[in-house]
């Protein structure tokens, strides 16, 4: 009796994931740290609340690297199917935290709106964003290509989350430049815009990621995919029920499939396995649960 699924180690994934903890803790500790500091010495109110958005990035970093930790361990009897919902639930926590930034975004607008005055000092506080957001930039294109790879939620989501800091940082100095050249309202404007890409960031990843947690199903032009490629396999005379789950990143899919009622238990199991084996080859599904059911059976 085996208690827990087939495991497989996947050494190379493992080493893509610590490098993917190790770049995203490492980046943030840098830059809180160094923003910290910069702000003590110069007391730039902007410098200030940069460096909190960093504190709350080492924050749900180190949230993080104990959920991918939790993720990439194998199967075991507390979670028999494997760990993969770790992976959308840090997602949500990471897009929490984007939520937050947003909102200081443009609560800083508003306050700069209201005062009427630029947010960044020329001078080494505009350095210090700019190489921030130059850090957080070769954050972004590192995590949003190992988490492609790895069809990873949470670090698609902390990809997404260091694209809107470099943007913030980014916008900060395009309405500090503005503001001297056109319209003092130029700065809190480029802040109310950045604000408004994050919440619409927020949205979508924060959809994305409870969906991977709810069982969402698969679109409907994917299961069609599945039901054609269930149909191609030889002894199979169709499929008349499908329903599909997204458990973590991927897919669960429970077929009830019809085949010739003589068909010996020795052949049902076979054409069984190979509609698996066929569905398992798309990269979307994790595990393929058959039914078999005689000749012209609907229920
Ligand atoms: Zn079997
Ligand atoms: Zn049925």
């Given at each position: ?41 110069t007391?730039s ?7 909190a ?32 919902r ?24 508003v ?6 005055g ?5 001078g080494?506080?505009?350095?210090v964003?700019?190489?921030?957001a ?14 492609k ?14 694209l809107s ?6 916008a ?15 700065d809190p ?38 039901v ?47 509609v698996a084996?066929?569905?398992k080859e ?18």
């Amino acid at each position: 009796m085996r208690w827990v699924r087939d495991y497989v180690p996947q050494p190379e994934q493992t080493r893509l994931y610590r490098t993917a903890m190790l770049i995203t803790l490492g980046g943030n500790l840098l830059l809180a740290t160094g923003k910290g500091l910069v702000a003590w010495i110069t007391h730039s109110a902007a410098i200030y609340a940069d460096a909190a958005n960093s504190i709350s990035d080492v924050v749900y970093s180190l949230l993080m690297v104990v959920g991918l930790y939790m993720a990439i361990q194998p199967p075991d009897l507390s979670h028999p199917q494997g760990h993969a919902r770790f992976e959308p639930l840090v997602g949500l926590i990471v897009t929490l935290s984007m939520a937050f930034a947003g909102y200081e975004a443009a609560r800083n607008a508003v306050v700069r709106f209201a005062a009427g005055g630029a947010s960044v000092e020329m001078g080494l506080p505009m350095y210090v964003l700019l190489a921030s957001a130059a850090i957080k930039f070769g954050m972004f294109l590192v995590i949003s290509r190992i988490g492609k790879k790895l069809n990873s939620p949470t670090l698609t989501t902390t990809a997404t989350d260091n694209l809107s800091d470099v943007l913030t940082s980014v916008a900060a100095f395009i309405g500090v430049v503005l503001s001297s050249l056109v319209s003092p309202l130029a700065d809190p404007i480029a802040g109310l815009l950045v604000a408004a890409w994050i919440f619409k960031q927020v949205y979508s990843v924060g959809k994305e990621n409870l969906g991977f947690l709810t069982g969402k199903g698969a679109s409907m032009e994917e299961v069609q995919k599945f039901v054609a490629a269930a149909e191609s396999v030889p002894g199979v005379l169709r499929v008349h029920h499908i329903m599909s789950e997204y458990v973590g990143p991927k897919l669960i899919l429970d077929l009830h499939v019809n085949v010739a009622g003589e068909t010996t238990l020795s052949n049902a199991h076979t054409i069984s396995d190979n509609v698996a084996a066929r569905l398992k080859e798309f990269p979307e599904v994790d595990r393929v649960y058959v039914h078999m059911e005689p000749d012209d059976w609907t229920d």
